[in-house]
């Protein structure tokens, strides 16, 4: 009698803990990759499957239908990523010559090298003019009339006063030692947002971004040549 009553409850606690296991299914990495879930580990802590114990995965089970929401990943291993993450991040910057906003060095990005605080206005003969004579020399073709002081002057003035905040600047910066590609984007921008008179040159600010764009591909231009 003693017998059967003990092989009843070995019975009755058999399916229990099946079930248990049973319950669980498969975690959701599993799940996403329609893979069978194979637990291991002797503990409930620290129990995985084997596809995210090889993968370094959490193995996260969806919660029982009245659970309120999913066990927070908090711990170790995201302080880990967050490490890692920051770690690469730090590596990227350093690369690309990125500082804080405090010691920023607009010198080391080429193109928007000569950044200032002062005025818009271009000075005679200055970086601005240099970066206009070499822009007239890789393109011939277009009318002369678009290298007027006067449009330039407008074309320059106007798009620092539209011009929206960038991320890489601080506000109230300008460009004053443009590279050539730079003025050429600048003067076509200005010039195919300004007034008709002003958009009717836009095609011509356009052919000359292109061949300044162009020249880049030709070593021995004075545009494709790097500055020292």
């Given at each position: 009698?003693t017998?059967?009553?003990d092989?009843r409850?070995l019975d009755r606690d058999?399916p229990?803990?099946a079930?248990?296991?049973?319950?669980?299914?498969a975690?959701?990495?599993c799940?996403k990759?329609?893979?069978?879930?194979?637990?291991?580990?002797s503990?409930?802590a620290c129990r995985?499957c084997r596809?995210?114990?090889r993968?370094?995965l959490p193995?996260?089970?969806?919660p029982r239908?009245n659970?309120?929401?999913l066990?927070?990943l908090?711990?170790?291993?995201?302080?880990?990523?967050?490490?890692?993450?920051?770690?690469?991040?730090?590596?990227?910057?350093?690369?690309?010559?990125?500082?804080?906003?405090?010691d920023m060095?607009f010198?080391?990005?080429?193109?928007f090298s000569g950044?200032?605080?002062q005025s818009p206005?271009?000075t005679?003969d200055?970086?601005?003019w240099?970066?206009?004579?070499?822009?007239?020399?890789?393109?011939p073709?277009?009318p002369?009339?678009?290298?007027q002081r006067d449009t330039?002057?407008?074309?320059?003035s106007s798009?620092?006063?539209?011009?929206?905040g960038l991320h890489f600047?601080p506000?109230?910066?300008?460009?004053?030692?443009p590279?050539p590609?730079?003025?050429?984007s600048?003067?076509?921008?200005?010039?195919?947002?300004g007034?008709?008179?002003?958009l009717e040159?836009?095609?011509?600010f356009?052919t000359v971004?292109c061949?300044a764009?162009a020249?880049l591909?030709?070593?021995?231009s004075e545009?494709g040549?790097?500055r020292?």
């Amino acid at each position: 009698m003693t017998f059967g009553e003990d092989s009843r409850s070995l019975d009755r606690d058999a399916p229990d803990e099946a079930s248990a296991l049973k319950a669980r299914k498969a975690c959701i990495n599993c799940r996403k990759q329609k893979m069978k879930c194979v637990l291991q580990g002797s503990s409930e802590a620290c129990r995985r499957c084997r596809r995210c114990r090889r993968a370094g995965l959490p193995c996260v089970f969806v919660p029982r239908a009245n659970a309120a929401q999913l066990p927070s990943l908090s711990g170790t291993l995201d302080l880990d990523f967050k490490n890692n993450v920051l770690s690469r991040l730090k590596v990227v910057e350093e690369r690309l010559s990125i500082v804080s906003d405090g010691d920023m060095d607009f010198g080391a990005v080429g193109m928007f090298s000569g950044v200032s605080d002062q005025s818009p206005e271009p000075t005679p003969d200055g970086p601005l003019w240099n970066a206009i004579v070499l822009l007239q020399r890789c393109s011939p073709a277009v009318p002369s009339s678009i290298w007027q002081r006067d449009t330039i002057e407008s074309l320059w003035s106007s798009f620092h006063d539209r011009m929206p905040g960038l991320h890489f600047m601080p506000d109230k910066q300008t460009f004053s030692t443009p590279q050539p590609i730079l003025l050429a984007s600048i003067l076509y921008c200005s010039s195919s947002r300004g007034p008709p008179d002003v958009l009717e040159i836009a095609p011509q600010f356009f052919t000359v971004l292109c061949n300044a764009i162009a020249q880049l591909s030709i070593p021995s231009s004075e545009i494709g040549t790097p500055r020292e």
